[in-house]
């Protein structure tokens, strides 16, 4: 087995059930297998994958894991994995019929990870192609990501410490590159990811602000050098303007201009980036003093 795709996923079986039937489209592909890691749904995910297994096309294998942690959830596919390559996306992306074979052709050594355009639609219809505006530099991100499994189980894999959302991709990335690993941007491995407006709400949003600054703190406290404080925003002078520059009266002026449908929606998707970088600003400071 060529390559291994690693899907993670809680209580999104409709995502899921569009991203493992994009999977089947793929063309000029490796042998590969999918491995869906359940996180704990109480949905319809396990139904979705039964039924997909029933085609074996391509090969797919269900893992449960109850307990609620993208790390340790990942980690487990990982452990099953038979692939040379373990290939990471989400569940709530829709791929091209090119990108399994954009990803192995990229791996010209054994000591690459290889990311890729990360495309966000407001729907599965919009199918844009990449643009300078999406290249990223980010070593490591696991809604578009390759790298050989030797790589990850000699370094730990992921921290299961990073209970809550996010950065437990980018401290695997800096332990991954501590190894030796190097990183190419591989543009025909693009994807789309599918963010309806719907299901991307400021309640959620601003939740997963709050815990992405938690994380954070512990990714600085875990590795406390300049480029992860600069990379977190743990850094001074942001940290002062959390904690003195977004009391609650504006955070709910913000609030409110994001959620106002008297304005235009330039207007209050600048509102809500600046609400939501007041929320995470704010908890970061907050966090890193506890």
């Known amino acids: 087995m060529r390559i291994s795709v690693l899907i993670a996923t809680k209580d999104r ?12 489209g793929q063309i000029g592909a490796p042998p590969f297998e999918v491995v ?37 959830a990942r980690n487990r596919g990982v452990e099953v994995a038979e692939g040379q390559l373990v290939l990471f996306c989400d569940d709530d992306v829709t791929v091209p019929p090119g990108w399994i074979a954009a990803h192995d052709a990229a791996h010209t050594n054994d000591a690459l990870v290889v990311t890729g355009p990360i495309l966000n639609v407001a729907s599965y219809e919009e199918r844009p192609r990449p643009s300078v505006a999406n290249y990223s530099r ?11 499994r030797y790589a990850l189980v000699e370094v730990g894999g992921f921290d299961e410490a990073f209970q809550l959302y996010g950065w437990e991709d980018t ?8 190894r030796g690993m190097h990183h190419r941007f591989a543009w025909e491995t693009y994807l789309w990811h599918v963010k309806p407006p719907a299901e991307n709400t400021l309640e959620i949003e601003t939740r997963k602000a ?8 512990r990714f600085v406290h875990k590795r406390p050098t300049r480029r992860a404080r600069l990379a977190t925003g743990a850094y001074a002078a942001n940290l002062l303007r959390g904690k003195y520059f977004f009391p ?27 609400f939501l970088d007041g929320i995470y600003t704010r908890e970061l400071a907050r966090a890193l003093e506890r």
């Open 210 to 217: 709050m815990e992405k600054a938690q994380m954070a703190a």
């Open 248 to 274: 609650d009266a504006l955070l709910a002026v913000y609030a409110g201009a994001a959620s106002s449908a008297w304005l235009p929606p330039p207007l209050r998707a600048l509102a809500r980036a600046q």
């Open 138 to 148: 980010a070593f490591f991100c696991t809604c578009n990501v390759s790298v050989p």
């Open 36 to 72: 869906v890691v359940d996180n704990g749904s109480t949905d319809s995910t396990r139904d979705i994958v039964e039924r997909a297994m029933e085609m074996r096309r391509p090969p797919l294998r269900y893992v449960y894991e109850p307990e609620p942690n993208r790390g340790k």
């Open 171 to 178: 401290e695997l990335g800096v332990r991954l590159k501590d």
């Open 13 to 24: 079986a409709r995502a899921l059930e569009r991203a493992l039937r994009s999977l089947e």
